[in-house]
């Protein structure tokens, strides 16, 4: 029988969404799926592009549909099209399909993502005739970038070599370079972030739309040795006219940033899509090879890993479905978004990892064969975590919502799972990139009181709340507050907390299976206890902060017949899905 939790292709019928989103979905999983094990690996090791599948994205119009947002589904002077009405941004239907194309391989997923992120821009816009060019290119099922990053400066956007001269006739001539700008190779439209060689400071910034295709857009290269192109550009006197202009001023810096919030919330759900393919290969595995005269799965260790595994992906799943909840339902008083948002960039991706890892360890050499969706997932599932942000990056991001989130809570209306056929609009709205340390919350300790008679969230409790007594009485000080070591380990630990209380909230309004929770908490009380020893040894902890470390050690609650229980749902996924030859 199928786990009801896991994503399994054989059985998957999204009846949640309406008939379009669901039509589209299960298509998605079809061609997939008729396309085969092999020519899956077989373009992953050969690196081909993608025009296959770029193809049937746009016969389906599936970039089209999930990627238009409603107020520019109409097209110039509001000519409908046949399927217009099913145009929106959805984060929910969005999130859906990050996890099909993860599933099936990270490059198709990256050709859907840096189409996201080149259309941010462009969907902020006020510029009406780029905003419409987008809309038809879709459309027409052109694939997007984001010309953002430089080889020199990476994504310093303060110091962006790619200059614009003003022409005379109200236009630019831009010139410069863009580094690891995916799709560059064949976006029909490139948002490309660069500053007016005549105006010094933030007013010189300049978002504005280019053509791949344009002769003076130069095609270096791509830097990397995969099917996903990850271009090198250069521009060489290329007109940009004022209806190529995107933003100007503050407003570009914005539009980056802005952008990347949109973009960096799709990572996490991909991360559980390679996961739970891989799952599914290495439980079979494991579940039929005799070693000794015993299944593999018969030994201690390897049942520990593998339920471990399982769990940590249903915490993958629960708590990306709960940050959906949020990101739809933000607006200008509510942008809790904005902690949960770069936790699933960095917390969900690198739970993935460890996912991989522990599978790895249980099925070996196997890991490395050629014919194995699970060579491809242990190395893809590495860049995730190394995309939009690095990990230390979103962590350093997330503490400056510490103290507000644990200490200060405030009264918000219920956030209803957001499941509803609604345009998520406020996204292209945002406004300012600043503001984070007026951003509030919710009382986290509600969702752990609904559980406090699980053991293990009883205990984990305990943990939160000694983390309460360490901002309140032993935080950092002024100096200590530059040690970005040290302030990385404490961030680890709130990240916990952060984690665990949408687990919950998404349990209780899944009623999530009670010894799968409880076993979840075991793991993030482990957690919890090794990244306290951490900050324990970090080089500028004081005394009362090791004492502290140490005194939030706990010791998870054991249950060997809730542990069986939990074994046996991962068991019964051997067999359960291999893909079409």
Known sequence: MADSLLFNPRTY??????????????????????????????????????????????????????LTPAAASAGPQGQGEPGEQDRRWDTARIAALNEILGFYGLDYWYAWQVTILGLGPVWQSDNAAARDRAAELLAQGEVFAFGLSERTHGADIYSTDMLL???????????????????????????????????EGPDGYVFFAADSRHPAYQLVQNVVDSSKYVSEFRLVDYPVSPDDVLHTGRAAFDAALNTVNVGKFNLCTASIGICEHAMYEAVTHAQNRILYGRPVTAFPHVRRE??????????????????????????????????????????????????IDLMWDVIAAKGFE??????????????????????????????????????????????????????????????PARGLGSVRFHDWRTAYDA???????????????????????????????????????????????????????QARLTDLDASVLDELFSVLVRDFSGHAVELHGKDSATEAQQAWALGAVRRPVVDEDRAARVWARVEALSGTYEMTP
């Open 13 to 66: 019928d999204p009846a949640h969404f309406d008939p379009e989103t669901r039509r589209l979905l299960r298509a998605t999983v079809d061609w997939f799926e008729a396309r085969g094990k092999r020519k899956l690996i077989e373009d992953y090791r050969s690196r081909a592009w993608l025009g296959e599948f770029l193809a049937f994205s746009a016969k389906e119009g599936l970039f089209a549909t999930f």
């Open 165 to 199: 001269e003003p022409d005379g006739n109200g236009g630019f001539l831009a010139g410069g370079s863009k580094y690891y700008i995916g799709n560059g190779n064949a976006a029909g439209l490139v948002s490309v972030f660069g500053r007016r060689a005549d105006v």
């Open 306 to 355: 593998l339920a471990d595994a399982y769990v940590r992906l249903v915490g993958m799943k629960l708590f990306s479905d709960r940050a959906v909840d949020y990101f739809r339902s933000a607006g200008p008083d509510d942008r809790r978004y904005l902690l949960f948002n770069p936790m699933t960039k960095m917390k969900v991706t690198t739970e993935g990892e460890k996912v």
């Open 370 to 431: 050629k014919d194995t969706y699970f060579a491809e997932a242990a190395v893809e599932i590495r860049s995730l975590p190394k995309l939009e942000g690095t990990v230390h990056v979103n962590l350093a991001l997330i503490l400056k919502f510490m103290r507000n989130h644990l200490l200060e809570p405030v009264d918000y209306p219920a956030v209803p799972t957001r499941l509803d056929a609604a345009d998520d609009a406020f996204l292209f709205r945002q406004g």
């Open 451 to 505: 559980y406090a008679d699980t053991p293990n969230v009883a205990r984990f409790r305990e943990q939160a709340d000694a983390l309460c007594a360490f901002v309140a009485t032993v935080a950092p000080d002024e100096e200590q507050s530059r040690d970005l070591d040290f302030l990385l380990s404490v961030g680890q630990l709130f990240a916990l907390v952060v984690y665990g209380q949408l687990i919950l909230e």
